[in-house]
């Protein structure tokens, strides 16, 4: 959805396809240079799973659990009590960091990532709402992940100072610094992807 709220905003055909047309259209329409606008929307590409994914998915099962989250899952006996149960599971891994109460508090639900770079914390959301002058994200951070889906990752790049490695230009050396930033590893997940696209969608400008 949030790929045809994009293109509704820009002006394009609302089709859900993400092409030349549309990639064009959203450089000019946030007043984004070539290069910045293929390093931007190829990382926003990769980590939503091509414009597919912009609220994040919690429903994990147990293994996963004790996986991914170690620990704040450390015996499979506890893992197994909050398996695909992502509400519970968000409050336990999110609870008393970035801004965030206690696990029963739910702000760890209410504040998941979301977003086209999965804003994540209550102190993000305030940041992103007091940056775009939007209070009502904090009543609705659903809004991240549909109307706002985009603002938010250009704020996380303006926040990051991320635009200077974008100057850089298209090459493998910029795309791993930009993509280690964003990945926050110095082996980023999926960099021939975002390597992949980032040249595409340079081409396509």
């Given amino acids: 959805m949030s790929l045809i709220n ?3 905003k820009i002006g ?13 259209a959203a450089a000019a329409y946030y007043k984004l240079s070539p290069n910045r606008a293929a390093h931007f929307f ?5 980590e939503s799973g091509n414009f597919k994914a912009f609220s ?24 197994k009590a909050y398996e695909r149960q992502p509400q ?32 994540t914390g209550e102190f993000n959301f305030k940041a ?20 706002l889906a985009f603002e938010s990752a250009l704020w996380f790049f303006d926040k990051n100072k991320l635009w200077s490695i974008c100057d850089k230009g298209i090459n493998d050396a910029a795309i791993l610094e930009l993509s280690s930033r964003i990945n926050g590893s110095k082996k980023p997940h999926g ?7 980032t040249k595409k969608y340079a081409s396509w400008l």
């Fill in 6 to 8: 994009l293109q509704k």
């Fill in 12 to 24: 394009v055909t609302a089709d859900g396809a993400f092409g030349p047309g549309t990639l064009k």
């Fill in 42 to 46: 190829a990382q926003t590409a990769h």
């Fill in 56 to 79: 994040e998915n919690l429903n994990y099962g147990w293994k996963g659990l004790r996986a991914i989250f170690p620990k704040y899952f450390p015996t499979d006996a506890l893992a």
């Fill in 88 to 119: 519970k599971i968000a409050n336990r891994v999110y609870a008393n960091r970035m801004g965030n109460g206690d696990e029963a508090s739910g702000d760890g639900w209410l504040h998941r990532g979301r977003g086209a770079l999965q804003l």
């Fill in 128 to 147: 992103f709402a007091d940056y775009i002058g939007r209070p009502d994200v904090m009543a609705n951070p659903d809004l991240v992940a549909t109307e």
């Fill in 191 to 197: 960099l021939d992807d975002r390597k992949l696209k």
